[in-house]
């Protein structure tokens, strides 16, 4: 039997070789009905025809499995202490380094899609302003091939929930959006 695989070498699942064109859930199940002639249904109702198909729905869940795990992406926490480190130190250049060449800034009062050395000096700025005391990190969640994380700032004069959406690009992650909003 043919092999292939689907995705990146991190991600990638092993399908048979007449699946590979067959990506989305509807079409593995006409896939399966064809290829079995029989409804699904009939797959659990029938002991006999259950038990000669046993093998094609554990290929069937399998490449299911397998597409969705493609889709995620980690949540990377070695990058999200760094990015809340150069934070918790007012390095404004740190962490433009991990921002994407265009990235969307949101500070008080300014708002707008800006380059790595735009947002670096406007960060420069809010820093010299807001002295960080401490960075709590609160949550993160992932959404497909990216991940959201909100944390608090707390400086001498004001408390500051800040949060950043980072997505993969070419096995490296970014951060496409970064803001500051007062708590």
């Known amino acids: 039997m043919a092999f292939i695989i689907i995705g990146s070498s991190n991600n990638a699942c092993k399908v048979n070789a007449n699946l590979h064109k067959f990506c989305s859930f509807p ?3 006409n896939f399966a009905r064809h290829k079995y002639k029989v409804e699904i249904s009939e797959m659990f109702f029938n002991k006999k ?3 000669a198909r046993v093998p094609g729905l554990l290929l069937l869940f399998l490449l299911i ?3 969705e795990a493609k889709t995620q992406t980690s949540i990377d926490s070695v990058f999200n202490r760094q990015v809340e480190q150069a ?3 007012a390095d404004a ?3 433009a380094g991990f921002f ?8 008080s009062g300014y708002q707008g899609i800006y380059s790595k050395r ?3 000096f406007m960060l420069e700025a809010f820093f010299k302003e807001n002295q960080p005391v401490a960075v709590l990190h609160e949550s993160q969640t992932a959404n497909g091939s990216s991940y959201f994380v909100l944390c608090e700032l707390k400086t001498r004069q004001q408390t500051y929930r800040f949060c950043y959406l980072v997505k993969e690009e070419n096995r490296q992650k970014f951060i496409y959006q970064f803001r500051f909003e007062k708590k």
């Open 118 to 120: 735009q947002a670096q």
């Open 65 to 67: 499995q397998g597409l």
């Open 87 to 89: 934070v918790h130190q």
């Open 49 to 51: 025809s259950f038990c």
């Open 93 to 95: 250049k740190k962490l």
């Open 27 to 29: 079409n593995l199940i």
């Open 100 to 107: 994407h060449p265009q990235v969307e800034l949101i500070l």
